[in-house]
């Protein structure tokens, strides 16, 4: 069974940076997706970026030239600098094989 663990939330001051990781365990393919969500109080879940194992990215146009997604076979990170309180949500770790997981969760929390 394909579990996705996440790491590396926290709070942080407005201008400064986060890292996230997510690894993806109990699956010998490669995912052929995977990327971030967020989800702020009161609003949907939303994509941040997706990176595909060809290489591919996709980004957010609120994150665009802040954040930066990346890959190591089936672990993918979140670079995220210039944080602003708008970025203060839960995120969450996608990847996408045959069927679709999601990670538990971790909480960003951008101070102003």
């Known amino acids: 069974q394909v579990q996705l663990v996440e790491s590396g939330g926290g709070l942080v001051q407005a201008g400064g940076s986060l890292r996230l990781s997510c690894a993806a365990s109990?699956?010998?393919?490669?995912?052929?997706?995977m990327g971030w969500y967020r989800q702020a109080p009161g609003k949907q879940r939303e994509l941040v970026a997706t990176?595909?194992?060809?290489?591919s990215t996709n980004y957010a146009d609120s994150v665009k030239g802040r954040f930066t997604i990346s890959r190591d076979k089936n672990t993918v990170y979140l670079q995220m600098n210039s944080l602003k309180p708008e970025d203060t949500a839960v995120y969450y770790c996608?990847?996408?094989?045959?069927?679709?997981?999601w990670g538990q969760g971790t909480q960003v929390t951008v101070s102003s």
């Open positions: 996608h990847a996408r094989l045959r069927d679709a997981y």
């Open positions: 109990g699956s010998i393919f490669l995912m052929y997706t």
């Open positions: 990176a595909t194992s060809g290489g």
